[in-house]
């Protein structure tokens, strides 16, 4: 009983959070961090509750499915609430000092918290549901907050990112919505395990699938369907592209893996893994490629962003496929989703990071922020430990993912993928080098053209990259948390 | 208790540090200035020790270097005996020569570590000390080279030390393969290991290549004619009555019994040296290089003698014959550098006196009668046979040639005040030194040969030894005669090409380039930012197609 | 106690590492006391365990970090090498860079990497695992990085840039090979072998390779040393910490790891490895001297000598016999000795007389005449000039050659004290023999602080000690005398 | 028995046409508020072929559950609309512009 | 027979008038055909016996979202002819059109090889709408058995709100919701908007009230009103309201706010969204009611769109 509610405050309470900032705006940053701190309890309560007696599954309203909506928590949505509540809450200190203007209400001041709040109650939404067409309301739940996000600084150049990331989004629910009716028809259920328990390879299974997986892979940006991504999360305010970078396209992917790793696993055939993990290897090269020749800070971690996703997709022919049975399936599932989680919390600290500097040098050029370090230490330090885990150094999380992930593929004789995460590595140091080099560079001229930045507000990046960090260094409750729930029941350990 | 594992009598080890710690001491504030002092002190433990010493009751030390061991044999003691001496006697000399000389210190401080180098040399039984020895006389000796430091000695002391660097590497090989092949530091065992080893071809052939560069084996001997000239007298006569022995100790360390092919080498790289020398110092002026080219010419005999010692299989009489003739030639050949510094400081009226004791001492080294020489000749002539027995024999008047020449060359260059004399600290080195080179042997033949000295003062032997000298004095004049202005060679006939032939290979290596991390800055221009962004933001467009295509790869592909 | 030993140790680094960084740059007091208190602590701890593991101990950390995954810290003797040349000479680096830097600025920056550094090195040197050895690896790279970049210049920059582009890929090498052979044979400990069985033998070759790839880069083999001439750049201090404490140690040690420990000398024997390795190895050896012979900057010239002295190490393992290894081991502390005096000298010249260029060296010895004299220590034990260390290495390096039949090697050595001695005596030349500069005739530099020249003559004598006395049983060469034939030998 | 004249299953088919039609509408123009328009178009085609095959059996009358959805399907569709067309005013009126920046290839 | 045909007339109608729509030369004609496209699908779910729905797709399909093409379409007269855009290329316009087609052509497919008799979840709605509290199956399942989306759905809208908001001018913050009109005293907008409304408003009423037995809902009542009120506010009878307005906002989250505490209070009696049989009844209509009327005010603002700074009418 207390886990169902856990399970219900983790999308009540930032629902509740979200009327509350509209009418009551001068208390929104305030609101804002009691509900991601409630959420991070419940999803804390959750874990541990998970750990000790397994998935917790509630029925909405007492209507079992097919009729009603289920939700549930298993390690890995637990996982994910954990992860996305403690960026949220980071986040959310973090905005303090950008969206609590004194005296009267602004655009943007009234306009980012209720949009945070319902974003985290979308993702959570979608973390625990269990019934494909609950979670497109929650897409578009998601897809209106993040979209309205991105145009919070009013730019001409934002609103057109907007525009677009609106209209790939839109067209990937669409698909999505299609696929879900086209099950309903063939089930008469909208449910997962109903689904799960009865698929027989039809037509409108497969069709279904793939137009779910179409659209999912459009909102997750993946290659070739990334061209929104870059303009979108660097046109956004630095804490709201950190929220959108790191977690929004995570959504979409979570309920690719539970697609096919938990609903229709018989119908992930090699053609369709080796298809998911071509695209993912593309959008490493291409993405990272990208990212090198990058003028200014925010699209360099954009495209990263872009490049980092394209790892989730290996995830796809090294654990699915006929590789789902295999011994190797749960490391490389585990670090795919590993991987998801640290990538969030490093992903999220560069944003931050990148808004700092913005603050500072006005400018995210990254000509302008030769020097930088000078002024942030602290900063620049947040962003250089994340650059670590997204190169997948130890002891970092992206380490311990991509070791799992690189054990996988030689378990598996999957040299292509091998390359590619360790190709995807070797390119992250390009081009997060170079920023780097340039932060740490003594300044041009010796003047001091950058503004201080408060301590305190300087802090909420690192504990984002100390988090990336810790992630790998206790990786070992993660670990087996994620395997909680697993539907595959292939062996555990490395 | 750390276990210094020390046995065997202490005094040679002794012997060793002695010069040492003089050495260190010279580096001392208050001794700086009079370093000189301790030159002459530093070779007594060592001469004491070849006097009175135990002979093969070795010294071990384990945890020195890679295990001393030192030992004493006969032939030892007496090179041991004629090196300190003269150690001793350059190191009086040198009080009297070089009172006002700069950086004595440093003079003094390298004099004693070269000693030290050269008295292990002798003494080290175990390779690893051996080669540290050599190195010691080897490369210490380079400060005593260069000493006045002008370009010339700087020159020398260029080509001195490559030389010694390259003889050290080639050492140092010689020296692994014969470890190896022993499985023991042991210079016995390696000897003995190295007859029969597969790689013993190489090591006998590199051990040669670098004790033969100390030992100035032609064609390794052009560090000889630059380094004795530029150095000051009284290291010159250790240089080459001294340190040049140590390439021949090593040579009867370490040589093994064998008929292979280098003992016939070494027969005749020695007699070219011998003949060579005699023609290459012929061309000089300077008396040093003369001596230097002398001091070649008579290593080559004792080279030869080796050769055919191992050819013959008789190598204790060759080796004894040999250490006696090194004994003499080292003696002999300090007195005649001394004499160089001796005219420098003599008026007119001192130089008949010197002249006359160097013309004996030219003489003896010539293998004139009744000197000392002469029976140090006679010892090594009983192993030669047919064509090799003349060839020695006729070295006489090679010697006597070269000899006249130096003799004729110093005769005008006394110093210019015509009353004056060297102090006594110089002249009575230099006269010890005469005395012993002419008198030593007359004492030692019967213990390093087979001869008798009342064989000696036969006159089958006495003619044996007058000939050939007076076939070199006669030659002498009528090349006087015939080639009044004499012919010029280079000091050091071959180093100008060495040096030259080094500058160019170094040359061709700078131009190699250097690998490095490839630079991404031609990246930009592959992926044009601009463009592709624009091309993916459009591919919204392509989105259905892509779509319709993954489905039907499904439809195709999927697990029906 | 003893199980927590290994943790101890590490953790003498790690602590003053983390509580530096946290220090404000004026606190040089605590800052100093931290870190030279530390690398007491350290040498303590060492000499204590070396006393225990000459008896035959051997101390194990385990933690668990994921399933699986383990950080096992061990200490046996070829550990133990490693940590007391590092902790030696942390301490000195330490007393040496206080006096180098200063009150120059980003100081607690530099002593936090720095000993952080250390610790990563303590790390590698202790790795019971392989997984744990990587990770630690990579820690050093990490902690490197903001060493050679220290001056925050674009040459520094330059350097930091390609060190990092010779590591990463080289990361990636290792990663590959650890993980490739783990998936066929499990987590690997060193002090358990595995049975490669399970590999066939062009895989195995193929792994291997991948092995000296990864660490070849910081062993500086060629053609992967071009970073280690450019982060010349680098304040001494950390060039000392490149050359001798830490870096090209750590993969000269990681690649004797491999062939002992995951490997096994027969099978690399047997997979025909060990030939072309020491092949390599002698490339290095030449073409470091070579290219050594050619620089004009002394710390760039000191570079290319380590390219070439390190792979002395390599040498030592990949010839696969006993003798040649106790030789490459005793060669790692040696080296380290031996050019840690001489980058402690070259940082006293370009720091007190603006030294820098080879010709600049003309009559410093009468001027500096301390730290001349331990340059031409330094120097002529690389040279191998007995009795200072270097001749040790070369003999037993050389016998060991010759021992399992690549009597080859011993012209390499030979070739390699030629090119040595080539490019050494020139600069002891200009010391000594040539006259000085008017400026340092008018204004002869300091040697002061005594931080600067205490630490160089200490190291100095040290390499003169371990060569005198090589025949002790705690010298070097004893110690690896030991290692081998306690632990590798049948 | 199926047959080609069941009513549900015309209806199916011809929202599986609006939907071919509201995706090629969608991708094939680049003026913002056709897109949005088409989009309505593949909307209300899911809608169609969802409401029919709620009603393949017209003895027992429509499921009430896809129509449920359906009605939230058009609300959640309506506000997505409401946002983009507010935006395209936003970008029109910024830009001067009725499509975006790379699709016009008369703005380069 | 004369069914079926009707049918068969009617799609190919509904396809001619998406087509028109779709590919329609203009603009403006494209958006008059989709709102005639909208009422013609509205008749198709008549013939679907779907009736909630197609109150559904005609006021919310065809009615707002065809005020909200308008109005942008009113926007763009500034806008040069040559940057309205226009076609992609030829070739993949060819290629977009056969992945279209495929697309259609596999929906098609798949719906034919349909088991013909599915049930979909009729016997679980009837089995359980005597538990609801309502009549009205669509509502059930709306408010009750699914309430949860129907929570969610109703936050979308806000959530666009906001987002629209979002849209303003900074400096227009606090300003008047969108761009005040200026009405042509005693014209036909003016006289309309003093008629309509009180018809719309019993109409809408009576939406919301009946909802729980017969067709008819929040939604589709809440799309009248919000239909009245923007006519009202067009005409000029009363102002826009402040986007600052607490009332305002108050009452824009007053239905979902209900909706959700009735959720949260559910837990009480067993779960979330629980609604004990006795008091469903109860509060559905409660929740109905609030929800339209915050409803109605929402969806009248998104069409307003967000403030603009404007001078105030004369």
């Known amino acids: ?212 997986t179409a659209g999912l892979a459009l909102k997750t940006a993946l290659f070739p369907f990334h061209g929104w991504l870059p303009p979108a999360h660097s046109g956004a305010p630095p804490p709201a592209s950190a929220m959108l970078s790191s977690l929004v396209p995570k959504a979409s992917y979570f309920i690719t893996i539970r697609l096919w790793f938990d609903v229709m696993p018989e119908l992930a055939g090699n053609p369709l893994t080796l298809a998911l993990g071509g695209l993912g290897g593309a959008a490493i090269l291409y993405g990272s490629l990208q990212a090198i020749v990058q003028t200014r800070l925010k699209m360099v971690v954009a495209y990263s962003t872009v490049a980092q996703l394209g790892y989730l997709f290996i995830v796809f022919p090294l654990a699915g ?137 300087q802090v909420a990046p690192l504990v984002l990259a100390l988090g990336a960090v810790f992630l790998g260094i206790g990786s070992n409750e993660p670990y087996a948390l994620l395997q909680i729930g697993r539907p595959v029941a292939a062996e555990t350990g490395l | 208790m750390i276990d210094l594992q020390v046995s065997g009598p202490l005094f040679p080890l002794f012997v060793l540090i002695w010069p040492l710690v003089l050495g260190l001491a010279a580096s001392l504030p208050s001794v700086r200035s009079n370093a000189i002092v301790l030159l002459p002190l530093a070779p007594l433990p060592a001469l004491v020790l070849a006097v009175v010493g135990p002979l093969n009751i070795p010294t071990e030390a384990g945890i020195l270097l890679l295990g001393v061991t030192l030992n004493l044999d006969i032939n030892g003691t007496l090179f041991l005996g004629a090196i300190s001496g003269l150690w001793c006697l350059g190191g009086i000399f040198a009080l009297g020569y070089m009172r006002m000389t700069p950086n004595p210190a440093v003079f003094a401080g390298f004099w004693c570590l070269t000693l030290s180098g050269n008295l292990g040399v002798v003494l080290s039984q175990d390779a690893g000390s051996f080669y540290v020895s050599f190195a010691a006389v080897s490369l210490a000796a380079y400060f005593l080279v260069v000493h006045e430091r002008t370009e010339r000695a700087l020159y020398a002391g260029r080509i001195y030390i490559f030389l010694a660097v390259v003889g050290e590497a080639l050492l140092l090989i010689g020296l692994l393969i014969g470890v190896d092949a022993a499985n023991s530091m042991s210079i016995a065992k390696i000897r003995v290991a190295l007859a029969d080893a597969p790689q013993a071809g190489w090591a006998v052939f590199c051990l040669i290549g670098g004790l033969g560069i100390k030992a100035g084996l032609v064609p390794l001997h052009v560090w000889l004619p630059l380094a004795h000239p530029a150095a000051p007298t009284p290291a010159s006569a250790v240089l080459s009555g001294a340190i040049v022995k140590a390439g021949i100790i090593g040579f009867i360390q370490f040589l093994p019994d064998g008929t292979a092919l280098w003992p016939s080498m070494l027969l005749v790289l020695g007699l070219a040296g011998t003949y060579g020398a005699v023609f290459l110092g012929l061309g000089q002026t300077n008396p040093k290089a003369i001596l230097a080219y002398s001091t070649i010419s008579q290593m080559g005999l004792v080279i030869a003698v080796i050769g055919v010692g191992h050819l013959t299989g008789n190598t204790v009489a060759a080796y004894g014959a040999a250490a006696l003739y090194c004994a003499h030639h080292g003696l002999a050949k300090g007195a005649l550098f001394m004499s160089v510094g001796m005219v420098g400081k003599s008026g007119r009226t001192f130089m008949p006196f010197v002249l006359f004791v160097t013309g004996l001492m030219a003489a003896s ?41 130096f003799l004729m060359t110093i005769a005008s260059n006394h110093g210019p005040e015509p009353d004056k004399r060297p102090s006594a600290l110089m002249s009575v080195p230099w006269f010890v030194a005469v005395v012993a080179a002419l008198l030593v042997p007359w004492v030692l033949v019967d213990r390093y040969s087979d001869l008798s000295v009342p064989y000696l003062l036969s006159t089958g032997a006495l003619w044996d030894a007058s000939w050939p000298v007076a076939l070199g004095l006669v030659c002498f004049f009528v090349g006087l005669r015939l080639l009044p202005g004499g012919f010029r060679v280079a000091e050091g006939d071959i180093a100008g090409p060495l040096v030259k032939s080094v500058a160019a290979v170094k040359r061709m290596l700078a131009a190699v380039p250097e690998p490095t991390v490839p630079t991404i800055k031609g990246l930009d221009h592959i992926v044009s930012a601009s463009r592709t962004q624009a091309a993916e933001r459009r591919l919204l467009q392509l989105a259905p197609i892509c779509v319709a295509a993954l489905i039907l790869a499904m439809l195709m592909f999927a697990n029906i | 106690m003893t199980a927590a030993l290994p943790f101890l140790v590490l953790m003498t680094s790690l602590v003053p590492a983390l509580a530096t960084f946290w220090l404000p740059e004026n606190q040089a007091a605590t800052r100093n006391g931290l870190n030279l208190g530390g690398a007491i602590l350290k040498l303590v701890l060492v000499a204590y365990m070396l006393y225990a593991v000459g008896q035959g101990a051997v101390f194990e950390t385990r933690l668990e970090l994921a399933p699986g995954l383990f950080l096992l810290l061990r200490i046996d003797a070829l550990a133990l ?21 200063g009150n120059g600025p980003n100081l607690s920056r530099f002593f936090g990497f720095f000993s952080l550094c250390v610790a990563a090195t303590t790390g590698i040197a202790f790795s019971g695992t392989l997984i744990t050895f990587f990770l630690f690896y990579e820690l050093l790279t990490l902690s490197t990085w903001p ?252 016998v060991g050659a010759l021992e399992t039949g690549a009597g080859w090697v011993v012209f390499v050595l030979a070739g390699s004290s030629l090119l040595n001695a080539a490019y050494f005596l020139p600069l002891l030349y200009r010391m000594w023999f040539l006259p000085a500069r008017e400026d340092l005739e008018t204004q002869p530099p300091s040697e002061r602080p005594l931080g600067l020249i205490v630490p160089a003559v200490v190291t100095a004598t040290a390499a003169l000690g371990v060569g005198l006395l090589a025949g002790a049983p705690i010298s070097p060469l004893g110690w690896a005398t030991l290692i081998i034939e306690r632990d590798y030998l049948p | 028995m199926m047959t080609w004249a069941s009513g549900w299953l015309i209806y199916g088919l011809t929202g599986a046409t609006l939907i071919g039609l509201g995706l090629f509408g969608f991708a094939s123009h680049t003026n913002l508020l056709r897109r949005i328009l088409a989009f309505n178009v593949v909307g209300s085609g899911i809608f169609l072929v969802f409401g029919a095959t709620g009603f393949r059996v017209p003895e027992l009358g429509a499921d009430a559950v896809p129509q449920a959805l359906i009605i939230t399907g058009i609300v959640v569709a309506l506000s997505a609309t409401a946002l983009a067309v507010s935006l395209i005013t936003r970008h029109a009126s910024l830009s001067g512009s009725a499509t975006l920046p790379d699709d016009d290839r008369e703005d380069r | 027979m004369i069914d079926s045909l009707f049918d068969l007339v009617l799609c190919a109608l509904i396809i001619f008038v998406a087509f028109a729509a779709v590919s329609g030369r203009d603009l403006f004609t494209a958006i008059v055909f ?151 005293a005693n014209g036909v907008l003016q006289s309309f908007g003093r008629t309509l409304p009180p018809i719309g408003l019993m109409i809408g009423i009576y939406f919301v009230w009946a909802g ?39 009452s824009v989250i007053a239905g979902p706010i209900l909706f959700l505490a009735v959720a949260i209070a559910g837990t009480a009696w067993g779960g979330m969204f629980v609604l004990p049989a006795d008091l469903a009844y109860g509060l559905i209509l409660a929740i109905e009611i609030v929800l339209a009327l915050s409803i109605a005010i929402t969806l009248m603002l998104l069409v307003l769109g967000p403030p603009e700074m404007t001078e105030t009418p004369q």
């Open chain 1, 1 to 212: 009983m207390p886990s169902s509610l856990a399970l219900t405050a983790i999308i009540g309470a930032p629902l509740l959070g979200f009327f509350m900032t509209i009418v009551w705006s001068r208390a929104a940053a305030v609101v804002a961090s009691l509900t991601s701190m409630v959420v991070l309890v419940a999803a804390v309560f959750l874990a541990v509750s998970v750990s000790a007696h397994g998935a917790v599954l509630t029925s909405l309203g007492g209507w079992d499915a097919p009729l009603g909506i289920e939700l549930a928590a298993d390690g890995l949505s637990v996982m994910f609430m954990i992860v996305s509540g403690a960026i949220v809450l980071v986040v959310g200190a973090y905005a303090q000092h950008e969206f609590v203007h004194p005296g009267t209400e602004t655009r943007s001041g009234f306009a980012f918290w209720p949009l945070m709040l319902v974003l985290l109650a979308a993702l959570n939404g979608i973390f625990v549901s269990r019934d494909f067409f609950n979670l497109y309301v929650c897409f578009e739940l998601l897809t209106l907050s993040a979209v309205a996000m991105v145009t919070l600084n009013g730019k001409t150049e934002s609103i057109t990112a907007a525009l677009r990331y609106l209209l790939f989004a839109l067209l990937g629910s669409i698909l999505y919505l299609l696929g879900a009716v086209l099950l309903y028809a063939q089930f008469g259920s909208l449910d997962m395990g109903v689904i799960g328990q009865s698929v027989s390879s039809s037509g409108a299974e497969i069709l279904a699938a793939g137009l779910m």
């Open chain 1, 321 to 457: 496929g006929d590789s789902a049975a295999q011994p190797w399936s749960a490391g490389a599932w585990t670090g795919g989703m590993l991987h998801a989680l640290s990538h969030a919390l490093a992903k999220s600290a560069m944003f931050l990071c990148a808004g700092l500097f913005i603050i500072s040098a006005r400018t995210d050029d990254l000509e302008a922020l030769r020097g930088i370090a000078q002024t942030m230490p602290m900063t620049a330090f947040a962003f250089t430990l994340a650059a670590i885990s997204l190169l997948g150094l130890p002891p970092s999380g992206g380490f311990i993912a991509k070791y799992l992930m690189l054990t996988s593929a030689f378990a598996s004789g999957g040299w292509i993928w091998a390359f590619l995460i360790l190709a995807g590595g070797l390119l992250a140091a390009l081009y997060l080098y170079r920023p780097v080099r340039i932060m740490l560079s003594l300044p041009k001229q010796p003047g001091q053209p950058f503004k201080p930045i408060s301590r305190w507000w």
């Open chain 2, 365 to 405: 080294i010539a293998g004139a009668p009744f000197a000392g020489g002469a029976l140090a000749k006679s010892a090594i002539k009983t192993l030669f046979e047919d064509w090799a027995l003349l060839l020695v024999t006729l070295s006489g008047a090679g010697t006597t040639l070269l000899l006249a020449r």
């Open chain 3, 81 to 101: 090498l490693f940590v007391t040349l590092s902790a030696f000479l942390w301490l000195l680096t330490t007393i040496y860079a206080i006096a180098y830097f």
């Open chain 3, 147 to 398: 060493l050679v970049v220290h001056k925050q210049n674009e040459k520094s920059f330059a350097a930091g840039g390609s060190y990092l582009g010779f590591a990463l890929p080289a990361s990636a090498a290792l990663l590959v090979a650890i993980i490739w052979l783990e998936s066929v044979t499990g987590p690997i400990e060193f002090a358990a072998p595995r049975e490669l069985s399970g590999l066939d033998a062009f895989d195995l070759r193929l792994i291997l390779a991948l092995f000296v790839l990864g660490l070849g880069v910081k062993a500086a083999i060629v053609p992967l040393h071009g970073w280690l001439p450019a982060a010349m750049a680098a304040p001494a201090p950390v060039s000392a910490l490149l050359h001798a404490v830490a870096v090209v140690k750590a993969g000269a040690f990681g690649i004797v790891r491999i062939i002992y420990d995951v490997f096994g000398i027969d099978l690399v024997s047997q997979l025909g490895m060990a030939q072309p390795l020491a092949i390599l190895a002698s490339i290095t050896i030449l073409y470091g001297s070579l290219r050594a012979l050619q620089q004009d900057d002394i710390k760039r010239r000191l570079a290319f000598s380590t390219v070439s002295q390190v792979s002395y190490i390599v040498l030592g393992a990949a010839l696969a016999g006993p003798i040649a290894a106790i030789g490459g081991l005793a060669h790692l502390v040696h080296q380290g000795l031996m050019k840690i005096t001489l980058f402690f000298c070259a940082g006293i010249f370009a720091e007190r007389a603006g030294i820098e260029k080879i010709h600049h060296l003309d009559g410093v010895g009468a001027r500096m005449p301390w730290t001349a004299f331990c340059f031409s220590l330094g120097a002529m034990g690389m040279i191998g000039i007995p009795p200072m260390a270097g001749f040790v290495s070369k003999l037993y390096l050389g």
């Open chain 5, 34 to 184: 989709f709102i005639v496209y909208g009422l013609m699908v509205a008749i198709a779910w008549l013939r679907l016996e779907a009736i909630d729905v197609a109150l559904a797709e005609a006021a919310i399909g065809a009615g707002l979202t065809g005020v909200l093409l308008l109005g942008a379409y009113g926007r763009f007269k500034n806008i040069d002819a040559a940057r309205m855009g226009s076609w992609v290329p030829l070739p993949v316009l060819i290629v977009i059109a056969l992945a279209a087609t495929g697309l259609s052509a596999a929906v098609g497919v798949v719906l034919i090889a349909l088991d013909p008799n599915g049930l979909g979840l009729i016997p679980a709605v009837n089995a359980n709408i005597a538990q609801s509290g309502v009549f009205n199956p669509v509502t059930a399942v709306l408010l009750n058995f699914r309430a949860y989306d129907t929570l969610l759905e109703s936050i979308v809208l806000v959530v666009a709100l906001v987002g629209v908001w979002t849209l303003a001018d900074n400096s227009a913050w606090g300003q008047r919701v969108g761009k005040t009109q200026s009405v042509r």
């Open chain 5, 212 to 250: 729980s037995s017969q067709p008819g809902g929040a939604f589709q009542g809440g799309t009248i009103l919000a239909a009245v009120g923007l006519l009202s506010a067009m005409a000029g009878l009363f102002p826009p309201p402040r986007v600052n307005d607490a009332r305002l906002r108050l």
